[in-house]
T-cell receptor
Framework: RKEVEQDPGPFNVPEGATVAFNCTYS??????FFWYRQDCRKEPKLLMS???SGNEDGRFTAQLNRASQYISLLIRDSKLSDSATYLC?????????????FGQGTTLQVKP | DTAVSQTPKYLVTQMGNDKSIKCEQN?????MYWYKQDSKKFLKIMFS???????INETVPNRFSPKSPDKAHLNLHINSLELGDSAVYFC?????????????FGSGTRLTVV
């Protein structure tokens, strides 16, 4: 089983749609969770951290379910500029090495 | 002002050659990383240094050798390049060893071995 699993997609949605991505992780000791965004041929950029209580940043909402080891990202009112690959990221567990494990990413294509 | 800068951006070289990739960060972070992104887009950690100390050394061929002269620099030297080394190599940095704030990545070095 992969340490971080995501549906690679692609998800093709019209502008204005709401889209949700899910991710599962295997290490129950993981403590830190993030969503990164990667545009084609660019570096990954931090989109948002994911907190136990859930958190929102504008049109983006992230949720964490520790019991199910599941993370989600909801994008409301999709824009053309949201087209990118979204990477689910978790830390490597209890050891304090700073290691982050990246999922394969879910590709989103927002169409006019 | 680029926060994490890598050079070169593109590198095309023949099998068997030795090459180096350089990384510098001006964020004041004390931990730096090398990640490899293969053709299937998986990002996998290779090495990490904290204040010049090697703290993560994943299972990579010993042809790959990182060097950190100070906490703002982390270089990657690759000996005897093979076709399978073709990938995008990303340098990243973070504050502390913890993962509270995530990483800042450089723009990547696209290595092609022919």
């Amino acid at each position: 089983r992969k340490e971080v699993e995501q549906d690679p997609g692609p998800f093709n949605v019209p502008e204005g749609a709401t889209v949700a991505f899910n991710c599962t992780y295997s290490n129950s000791a993981s403590q830190s969770f993030f969503w990164y965004r990667q545009d084609c041929r660019k570096e990954p950029k931090l989109l948002m951290s994911v907190y136990s209580s859930g958190n929102e940043d504008g049109r983006f909402t992230a949720q964490l379910n520790r019991a199910s080891q599941y993370i989600s990202l909801l994008i409301r009112d999709s824009k053309l500029s949201d087209s990118a690959t979204y990477l689910c990221v978790v830390n490597g567990g209890k050891s304090n090495t700073g290691k982050l494990i990246f999922g394969q990413g879910t590709t989103l294509q927002v169409k006019p | 002002d680029t926060a994490v800068s890598q050079t070169p951006k593109y590198l095309v070289t023949q099998m068997g050659n030795d090459k180096s990739i350089k990384c510098e960060q001006n964020l004041g972070h004390d931990t730096m990383y090398w990640y490899k992104q293969d053709s299937k887009k998986f990002l996998k950690i290779m090495f990490s240094y904290n204040n010049k100390e090697l703290i993560i050394n994943e299972t990579v061929p010993n042809r790959f050798s990182p060097k950190s002269p100070d906490k703002a620099h982390l270089n990657l030297h690759i000996n005897s390049l093979e076709l399978g080394d073709s990938a995008v190599y990303f340098c990243a940095s973070s504050q502390g060893r913890g993962t509270n704030y995530g990483y800042t990545f450089g723009s990547g070095t696209r290595l092609t071995v022919v």
